[in-house]
Nanobody
Framework: VQLQASGGGLVQAGGSLRLSCSASTRAISNNGMGWFRQAPGKEREFVAAVDWRGSNAFSADSVKGRFTISRDNAKNTVYLQMNSLQPEDTAVYYC?????????????????WGQGTQVTVSS
């Protein structure tokens, strides 16, 4: 599976962005999907995950109530809606496809990774 993340950019604090992750070469409808991020000098961290049907999703405490993950299996695409962005949300955001159908917060469960999209939030 090849994953292509897009939608990143520069936004002011309090603004919104929607990231998209499109899959090619095969469908991801049977895979749990996740978003992770990595800020400069920091470890990659979990952001949000959704199960194969889109019926179960959860997010990290740091983004809960601000970020929402969703998916459209007909379009082979996963989204991350990010609202009330803060400077600490600045990072490269990666989408990933899990080995399993359930949603997971562990990067060890993800086999396929996109190339990342930069999100920069100015204060």
């Amino acid at each position: 599976v090849q994953l292509q993340a897009s939608g990143g950019g520069l936004v002011q604090a309090g603004g919104s962005l929607r990231l998209s992750c499109s899959a090619s070469t095969r469908a991801i409808s049977n895979n749990g999907m996740g978003w992770f991020r990595q800020a400069p000098g920091k470890e990659r961290e979990f952001v949000a995950a959704v199960d194969w049907r889109g019926s179960n999703a959860f997010s990290a405490d740091s983004v809960k109530g601000r970020f929402t993950i969703s998916r459209d299996n007909a379009k082979n695409t996963v989204y991350l809606q990010m609202n009330s962005l803060q400077p600490e949300d600045t990072a490269v955001y990666y989408c990933a496809a899990s080995l399993y159908a359930v949603a997971s917060g562990s990067s060890r469960n993800y086999r396929y990774w996109g190339q990342g999209t930069q999100v920069t939030v100015s204060s």
